[in-house]
């Protein structure tokens, strides 16, 4: 099966081109997506700067003195015609998070929503495994494919404009792990001590698109450790496969 039988190719100024997979969050899409992001980086080309992967849709940034438009797009269109690669199992975090209480403050409200107890809810949070499907937003805010359709929460009428940062939380369809404090309409389930985004770490972020996250709970009392271990630039996220 080809990588996408016929992707939409757009010319994005003079510096850049967005092959379109679709138009939804279908994890299939995602997947070709990421397939031709690993295709154009086994295969690399003179005056590509930059790949920028989302749910459904492939940023190549160029350098138009050093690259010609045509020549690419013919490129790119030549590899989605082809099998894609056999691609290797993904990397799988295992996250830790404090839920509900100061940590997590929708989780009371969102358990009421869902009919369900808080124990009941982080259980069934934490039971899905998720994959990273892009990231955006802000520097490393990983947006999370994979939520239990049941847990799907539609976002707030009113953003709050702080969000402590680290918090993981739920928006539509979709959970998300955010890494700076910032404005958000999700509903905040709890926060980790893990650091996806710390300057002068080498790579930059933890994580990255393809990669799997599981969640799991841990008590407020050993926040402040791990906390501070993270801080110091010490990985609290576990590898659950490389």
């Known amino acids: 099966m080809p990588v996408a039988a016929s992707p939409r190719l757009l010319r994005c100024g003079d510096a850049a081109i967005s092959v379109e997979f679709g138009s939804t969050t279908d994890p299939a899409l995602n997947a070709q997506v990421l397939a031709l992001d690993a295709a154009l980086a086994a295969e690399p080309v003179a005056g ?8 459904r849709s492939l940023l190549v940034q160029l350098d138009p003195l050093r690259t010609d ?4 797009e013919a490129h790119i269109l030549s590899l989605c015609a082809r099998p894609p690669a056999q691609r290797p199992q ?3 975090w295992l996250v830790p998070v404090v839920f509900g209480g100061d940590f997590g403050m929708d989780l009371a409200d969102l358990a009421v929503r869902h009919a369900m107890s808080v124990e009941a809810l982080v259980a069934r949070f934490c039971e899905a495994t998720y994959h990273v499907a892009m990231i955006g937003f802000m520097p490393g805010f990983a947006y ?10 539609p976002r707030r009428l009113q953003p709050r404009m702080r969000v402590p940062a680290q918090s993981i939380s739920i928006g539509g369809a979709q959970a998300a792990i955010m890494t700076v404090e910032g404005p958000s309409g999700w509903h905040m ?9 710390l300057p002068g770490l080498d790579p ?6 393809g990669d799997e996250i599981r969640f799991e709970p841990i008590a407020e009392e050993a926040w402040n450790g791990l ?7 010490e990985p609290v996220a576990r590898l659950e496969r490389l």
């Open 90 to 92: 993904p990397r799988r």
């Open 227 to 233: 906390d501070a271990r993270a801080a110091a630039g």
């Open 48 to 55: 590509v700067i930059e790949t920028v992967p989302t749910y």
């Open 144 to 153: 999370l494919g994979g939520l239990d359709p049941q847990l799907a929460t």
């Open 189 to 197: 389930m709890g926060r980790t001590p893990m650091r996806a985004f």
């Open 204 to 209: 930059v972020f933890l994580y990255e698109p």
């Open 69 to 72: 438009f045509a020549a690419l």
